[in-house]
């Protein structure tokens, strides 16, 4: 009697803190002082100088875009920079290139062709046509003047809708390896990115919302896991003297659940995220990112 008293009391209280625990707030980051950087593993504001030291240690970086802010990719290209003059010679893998574009980018990075010929090889109004080159030129520009590499990591758009489709007679040996493959279980990524999909954009006729929200969702993890694969692959050929920034829509890179998350499972090297914030905001949940770049938000996007 005693022995089951103490099980049931156990059992109990365990419930109790458990409930209590399920009820407790994310820990949150009070920014209250202007940073240039924020550090979420030490909950510190950092300069530049500061930042650099902080990724000294580390040679794959993840930083996450928004796509349409300037100020951001100038504050980036800064960071190339600082990074070149710290002794690193810089490989920018980009998620809208892919492995394919090789050439075109080898020879961009070299000074070998101009920008008409860049622009034109990796089709920048055909892939890109939302998105104005000018925001992203001063990336590039740092790339190509401190004698760094430009690298394509992701799927085409071609090899993305045969996965959309299911259409597994169109695949190679590879590529139906690579989707048999993929990893659709993992529920913390699934309950982050899933909201995203409850619009569900142009449903296929016949199929139900959540048959288009899985369909959407195998193509998320299928865009994540190419460019976590193809970013360990670069990794494994870095030198001392090198990094590689993997550089990817905020959402493929927020709380290390979508590219971070692939690439460890390729990988035993260490990493760091660093996440873009507007110069406003005052609190983010930790885990968020290692760290934040803060920049100047314009007051309308797309512009």
């Known amino acids: 009697m005693k022995t089951i008293f103490s099980f049931t009391f156990i059992f109990f209280i365990s419930l109790f803190f458990n ?12 920014i209250k002082a202007d940073c240039s950087y924020y550090s979420l593993l030490s909950a510190q504001c950092l300069d530049q100088r500061e ?16 796509h349409t802010e300037d100020d951001l990719h100038k504050k980036i290209a800064e960071l190339i920079t600082a990074l070149s003059q710290d002794g690193f010679t810089i490989y920018l893998a980009n998620e809208w290139f892919y492995p394919s574009d090789y050439q075109t980018l080898e020879d961009f990075s070299n000074k070998t062709t101009d920008e008409t010929m860049f622009l034109k090889g990796i089709q920048w109004e055909k892939r890109l046509k939302n998105y104005r080159y000018e925001s992203f030129k001063p990336l590039y520009e740092s790339i190509r003047e401190n004698h ?65 929200r899985q369909r959407m969702y195998r193509v998320q993890v299928a865009w994540d896991t190419k460019m976590a694969l ?11 003297n090198e990094k590689l920034l993997v550089f990817a829509g905020s959402m493929h890179i927020e709380n290390k659940l979508g590219v971070p998350l692939r690439f ?11 996440l873009p914030e507007s110069q406003h905001t005052k609190a983010v949940n930790n885990g968020y990112a290692d760290f934040l770049l803060f920049y100047e938000e314009k007051e309308s996007s797309n512009q």
Do not use: W
């Open 51 to 66: 930042m650099i030291k902080r990724l000294r240690p580390y040679q794959v970086i993840f930083i996450g875009d928004h």
């Open 230 to 240: 193809e970013s360990s692959r670069l990794a494994k050929e870095l030198k001392k």
């Open 148 to 212: 760094g590499k430009l690298r394509g990591i992701n799927l085409t758009t071609a090899e993305r809708k045969i996965i959309s489709d299911q259409n597994l007679s169109s695949m190679d040996e590879a590529a139906r390896r690579f989707n048999t493959d993929l990893d659709l279980s993992v529920e913390p990524h699934q309950e982050f990115i899933m909201p995203y999909f409850s619009h569900c954009h142009a449903p296929k006729k016949h199929e139900s919302l959540q048959e288009c």
């Open 19 to 30: 409930a209590c625990a399920d009820r407790q707030p994310l820990f949150i980051h009070s």
């Open 264 to 274: 460890a499972r390729f990988s035993t090297l260490p990493t760091l995220s660093i």
